[in-house]
């Protein structure tokens, strides 16, 4: 059974940081392209960052570029996003995503003063 669970959202001001993990169970964690997607309230989920199984190759969107960063330790079939100088607009539910096939439950992230 394939299980996805994230962890480290919560409440942080402007300007803070978090540190997302997501540990993977069930699948062949280090075979997978790992990605972290976020839907802000009232608004469709977008792909935030995604890290290569093969290269370690990341990829952002822009509006993250420069503040967030993803990675990953196969040893631990972990992927983490750590997200620095946040913003009111990076508040969404951010979800963990494995070879765009299987989701984790979400973790809640608000940046507010």
């Known amino acids: 059974q394939v299980q996805l669970v994230e962890a480290g959202g919560g409440l942080v001001q402007p300007g803070g940081s978090l540190r997302l993990s997501c540990a993977a169970s069930?699948?062949?964690?280090?075979?997978?392209?790992m990605n972290w997607y976020r839907r802000p309230p009232g608004k469709e989920r977008e792909l935030v960052a995604s890290?290569?199984?093969?290269?370690?190759?990341?990829n952002y969107v822009d509006s993250v570029q420069g503040r967030f960063t993803i990675s990953r330790v196969n040893a631990k079939a972990t992927v983490y996003l750590q997200m620095n100088s946040l913003k009111p607009e990076d508040t969404a539910v951010y979800y963990c995503?494995?070879?765009?096939?299987?989701w984790g439950q979400g973790t809640q992230v608000t940046v507010s003063s």
């Open positions: 995503n494995a070879n765009t096939v299987y």
């Open positions: 069930g699948v062949a964690f280090s075979t997978y392209p």
């Open positions: 890290i290569s199984s093969t290269d370690g190759r990341t």
